[in-house]
């Protein structure tokens, strides 16, 4: 239990995928500097012929860093092996670039403001993944390791009146990129300046 302005939040159960991403979107001050944005598309193994559906989209601000989210609600074993393993094996071997780029740079000046400009840069970076479910468990856990995709445990928790979402570890939301640390990285290792 939490409480808020004297409000009592308990954790709630029942909830499908849908319920959880309606939830999350409706949540906008969760990812900072970043904007979720309800883009689906199918994309294609870039191993196999298996595709795959993404559930959200998180991507920067400025574009420099964007993911596909993966959101589930269920963490049973089994569950786990047959399900979140194959998706997240389908969708971190996929061509998102292919075609949702394209999709989401129109939605994003279309319908949020961005310029044609900031929303160019998608194209130059691969996306992170990103798994968002109520409650991980050490299977759930070991197939993101083994795919290098990030965990957010994030829940729907209701007061008699009002619907929140309760993140476990808000260390585990990204952050947006430091430029001035990743520039100076980049020059101790070169050795020269980069501009």
């Keep these: 239990m939490f409480v808020s302005d004297g409000k009592k939040f308990l954790p709630t159960s029942g909830y499908n995928e849908d319920v959880l991403e309606q939830a999350l979107m409706a949540e906008e ?3 900072r500097d970043f904007l979720l944005v ?37 963490n049973d074993d089994y569950y786990a092996r047959n399900h979140i393993n ?26 949020y403001g961005f310029s044609a400009n900031i929303v160019m ?4 970076n691969d996306p992170g993944f990103l798994l968002i479910i109520p409650e991980t468990t050490e299977l759930i856990s070991e197939i993101c390791r083994k795919f290098g995709v990030s ?27 430091d ?9 101790r290792i070169l050795g020269k300046e980069i501009y």
């Design 86 to 111: 194959n998706q997240l094996a389908t969708q971190t071997r996929a061509n998102w670039r292919e075609r949702i780029v394209k999709k989401l740079g129109t939605k994003l000046v279309e319908e």
């Design 29 to 31: 001050d969760i990812f």
């Design 151 to 177: 965990i957010i445990e994030a829940g729907i928790w209701k007061s008699e009146d009002e619907t929140a979402i309760f993140i476990s570890d808000s260390s585990m939301i990204p952050e947006k990129f």
């Design 121 to 124: 840069r998608l194209e130059e």
């Design 179 to 187: 430029k001035k640390r990743f520039e100076a990285g980049w020059q």
């Design 38 to 74: 309800d883009c689906k598309l199918k994309a294609k193994s870039t191993e196999s012929t298996k595709k795959t559906l993404n559930d959200l989209i998180l991507v920067s601000h400025d574009c420099e860093q964007w993911f596909i989210v993966e959101v589930e609600v269920k």
